[in-house]
């Protein structure tokens, strides 16, 4: 990551979430929109959130990071990657840029700019699923970065498609989106009541994939020759 100023790293987390949260919500929108059938508008909403997931982390990951999530946020902060002072305003931006995010996606389909959603989604299997999701997304960016770093937009990107689909959430993994999509009553929304279980199961799951990761890929004092595909440490 290039020596950016902050204000342009909080400027470059809040559009990155911000467009993330309007591709979830607006896709989910045309989803119900086109077709009744909910596999193929969970298909809809899949595949061009993977997709702008590339898209944001090769332009703006140089920039900030390319957090645009709390739960990853903090996993930087809890490796001294990233001070406590910018992480609170990482996690601040995220949040405003996806609500912003959410309001942009209802702006261009003529629904009010906020509507509280009333879906429900709650109950230990959704929590489980969650913490699963955000325990594998950090476990693929922090091997990524170890490994191949110019692979983690897409390693993220397939990541996520994938996680839609395996896990009973379908993979919001991360509270800043969570939050917005609380304000939309549409496919993609989360009735506020149910946040605190979603988001306590992604930050928990977050830092799960920190620790085992940690150790994971940490040194070893008897580590033996260094494989020759070995190529980006």
């Not at 077709?35 to 944001?56: E, Q, Y």
């Not at 903090?74 to 995010?101: C, D, S």
Request: with cysteine; proline share 5%; aromatic share 8%.
């Amino acid at each position: 990551m290039d020596n950016f100023d902050l204000s342009r790293r909080l400027v470059a987390e809040a559009l990155g979430t911000g467009v993330l949260v309007a591709t979830v919500v607006g896709s989910g929108i045309m989803a119900e929109t086109l077709t009744k059938d909910v596999a193929l508008a969970l298909l809809c909403n899949t595949l061009p959130t993977g997709a702008i997931l590339v898209v944001l982390i090769t332009m703006l990951g140089p920039i900030s990071g390319a957090h645009f999530n709390p739960a990853v946020t903090l996993v930087f902060t809890g490796k001294r990657e990233l001070p406590v002072n910018e992480a609170a305003l990482y996690v601040i931006v995220q949040i405003a840029g996806g609500i912003a995010g959410t309001m942009a996606a209802h702006l261009m389909f003529g629904l009010p700019l906020l509507d509280l959603s009333t879906k429900v989604r709650t109950g230990g299997p959704q929590w489980f699923a969650e913490a699963l999701a955000a325990f594998g997304l950090v476990a693929t960016i922090l091997a990524g970065i170890r490994f191949q770093r110019t692979a983690v937009p897409w390693l993220v990107g397939l990541y996520i498609t994938a996680a839609y689909w395996f896990t009973a959430s379908t993979s919001f993994a991360n509270p800043a989106v969570a939050i917005a999509r609380s304000l939309t009553n549409t496919f993609s929304g989360i009735r506020p009541t149910d946040l605190p279980g979603f988001i306590l199961a992604e930050l928990c799951g977050a830092f799960a994939g920190m620790l085992l990761m940690n150790w994971l890929l940490g040194s070893s004092r008897a580590a033996g020759p260094v494989p020759i595909t070995e190529t980006t440490r």
